[in-house]
């Protein structure tokens, strides 16, 4: 594993050297195992962001905004908390936080899995574009708005308005839900949907019953505009 | 007799209301017959204080002109100079402003390319993501990161030559997009990840930032991903200029961009069309005077937008202190929008060419508010594209005309002082001097 010292080298330095490996692996067409170790990160903004090699980066403490933002193929795992935004617009790849994410954590994102070992705050999975999110305590209010596809696993409750304005993604709840957003609703857990919930829960390495969670998803009644839908 | 004399006392003329107008009434009506509110596209259509309410003095006994047709008089402009490693060049002052594949056909984005890159200048994306008919023909594509982020990702930023941040629009600051369902088709939906065939809804705020201050840091995501090479420009609504372009300053833009009310749409509600935002007449000096004050006048670089049709518009922006302009309804009018050719079928949509605003429905006779595909095959991207060139070719000699006719040798050099206004509303919202005087509302040391 090789070391990058933030606090004393920077974050130019820091993309400069994880972007190269970028392009040596698109050169070479092979994968590139190297592993990364980022220490000193000290709450700094946007570490770690638009990688798109299958490198592994372990961040030894919590960051700020957009950690791993809009990563490809890359493991990032942050030993700490993360701030605002974290893995929004993440393309594949995974990201595991082992402490809280504040707000819009996996925003937009298209692919990959975004792990969170403690709580997300508000709009977790906010316009959510197929990534999969899987946090192991509670989400914040107006999660999964806009969420278009992808899956949102809450091993907690969820907070206010869950799912307001909802595609197709699909949102599995173990814990209780404040309340659902607009066009919001229960679903029916079908085999399938058990399938799906397992492989995300051990894909997290979470230890919990899917038989637990209850699924909500669109109710599609906003899909075409009435005028009886606005207020 | 008494019926005879009757019939000899003149009758009051049927008086059409001002107020309640044949328009205002056939609006009450179609709103009573519906319950819904009117969507459309285009900008404001009502009558605003515009270019057209500014002249050029020209030169005399205290101005030397420059001979039109022999002296150099330039049109380059450089955006992003502020931060990027790689700043755009362009051979004109005048862009293509951002207009969504989804909204347009692949056709009418593809002539877009070919139209701007043909005349030295850029396009920009819009809601929908980048095409590949659209980067392949653009020899500078800017990329617009808006708030629904579909079709967003780390290749097509990278690939792009600027990015541009879209926090408003002129002719809906504060509001979000919409795309109804006739216009997404198959590739329309893959592009932004939603069902087909359904009304999209675009969101009016991003959604993993809400202010000036977390912009910075999103700016810095953007820079760190690409490398600090591109140019970021950040899109502003005509609402509050100076506070806007300042925020966008401070929050690390290499560009603003100002957009009027005059500034296109493909669908919004025409309430917040006729009724929110600031006409561009009156939102290019604060903007500009927000630059100074900053002393960032030329280090960032202003664009304008919202009804800019002719060289004279182009011109007129740069004297009040842009760097450039950008055209939408008037790229779509040159590659055949609105034309009469069409009238017939106008008319069978209850309209008429010049009129024609229902983009969202994706009838567009034209081919190019549409995704049609037998009504997209109308539009020949080739010949649309040559239009666009021409037109942007008369738009810049247009301006170096005038220029040349100020003294000017390159259009950056017109300034305020070449102008009078015509109104006391334009004199008021441009800065400029009422014609015949030295006055103009609000001017300081006047006392009005």
Not at chain 1, 212 to 230: C, K, P, Q, T, V
Not at chain 2, 71 to 87: I, Q, W
Not at chain 2, 156 to 161: F, G, V
Request: glycine share 12%; net charge negative.
């Amino acid at each position: 594993m090789q070391r990058f010292d933030l606090g004393e080298n920077g974050l130019r330095a820091l993309h400069k050297t994880l972007h190269a490996q970028a392009a040596q692996t698109k050169q070479a067409a092979q994968t590139n195992e190297t592993a990364w170790e980022i220490v000193n990160p000290k709450g700094s903004h946007a570490i770690a962001v638009g990688l798109d090699a299958p490198i592994e980066v372990t961040v030894r403490g919590s960051t700020g905004y957009y950690c791993a933002g809009m990563n490809k193929q890359a493991t990032v795992h942050v030993d700490g908390s993360v701030g605002p935004g974290v893995a929004e617009n993440m393309m594949s790849g995974t990201v595991i936080v082992e402490g809280d994410a504040s707000q819009y954590a996996g925003a937009t994102g298209r692919g990959g899995l975004l792990v969170i070992k403690g709580n997300a705050s508000s709009r977790c999975g906010i316009s959510m574009k197929g990534i999969d999110i899987v946090v192991q305590g509670n989400v914040g209010h107006m999660s999964a708005f806009m969420a278009q596809s992808g899956n949102l696993v809450v091993c907690g409750d969820a907070g206010e308005a869950l799912g307001d304005s909802i595609y197709e993604a699909r949102l599995f709840v173990r814990g209780k839900v404040k309340s659902l957003g607009a066009d919001c609703i229960e679903k029916e857990m079908r085999p399938e949907h058990l399938e799906i919930l397992k492989d995300l829960l051990e894909r997290a390495g979470i230890e919990a019953d899917p038989a637990e969670f209850r699924r909500y998803g669109s109710a599609r009644e906003l899909y075409h505009f009435n005028i009886d839908n606005a207020y | 007799m008494a019926d005879d004399h009757k019939s000899d006392i003149p009758r009051t003329m049927p008086i059409q209301s001002a107020t309640f107008s044949q328009e205002v009434n056939a609006e009450i009506r179609r709103a009573a017959a519906t319950g819904i509110y009117d969507i459309r596209g285009g900008g404001a259509k009502r009558k605003l204080p515009h270019f057209d309410d500014l002249l050029f003095l020209g030169a005399s006994m205290s101005r030397y002109p420059l001979e039109g047709y022999r002296e150099r008089c330039d049109t380059d402009v450089v955006l992003g100079t502020r931060f990027a490693s790689k700043p755009i060049r362009l051979d004109i002052p005048i862009t293509i402003a951002g207009m969504s594949f989804g909204a347009l056909s692949g056709q009418a984005k593809e002539a877009l390319g070919r139209g701007a890159s043909m005349a030295g200048t850029s396009t920009t994306t819009g809601d929908g993501g980048m095409t590949e008919e659209e980067r392949g023909h653009s020899r500078t594509l800017v990329y617009q990161y808006l708030p629904s982020r579909y079709g967003m990702n780390p290749d097509d930023l990278r690939r792009a030559d600027a990015i541009e941040v879209v926090v408003g629009q002129g002719a809906k600051p504060g509001g979000g997009g919409m795309l109804l369902g006739q216009k997404i088709n198959a590739r329309v939906a893959q592009m932004r990840n939603l069902p087909e065939g359904i009304d999209q809804r675009s969101a009016c705020r991003h959604p993993d930032w809400t202010g000036p201050d977390d912009l910075e840091i999103k700016i810095l995501e953007l820079r760190e991903i690409t490398g600090w090479e591109k140019p970021i420009y950040v899109k502003v609504g005509g609402a509050r200029p100076y506070f806007d372009t300042t925020l966008a300053v401070k929050a690390g833009a290499d560009v603003v961009v100002l957009d009027g009310m005059q500034g296109g749409t493909a669908a919004t509600q025409d309430v917040f069309i006729e009724h929110v935002g600031q006409p561009t007449l009156a939102c290019i000096r604060q903007a500009v005077r927000a630059l100074q004050d900053l002393g960032m006048h030329r280090k960032v670089q202003l664009i304008v937008s919202g009804g800019i049709r002719s060289g004279a518009d182009v011109a007129k922006v740069l004297a009040l202190g842009a760097d450039a302009a950008s055209i939408g309804t008037a790229a779509m009018v040159a590659i055949g929008d609105n034309d009469p050719r069409w009238e017939a079928e106008y008319n069978a949509l209850g309209t008429t060419a010049g009129a024609y605003d229902d983009w969202h429905e994706g009838r567009d006779p034209a081919g190019i508010s549409t995704q049609d595909p037998a009504l997209a095959a109308r539009l020949d991207p080739v010949e649309a594209g040559r239009r666009l060139r021409n037109y942007l070719k008369v738009m810049t000699l247009e301006a170096q005309t005038l220029a040349r006719a100020c003294g000017k040798s390159h259009v950056h050099n017109l300034e305020p002082e070449d102008l009078c206004a015509l109104t006391l509303e334009a004199a008021a919202m441009a800065q400029i001097p009422l014609a015949g005087t030295d006055w103009y509302p609000g001017k300081p040391g006047t006392g009005y």
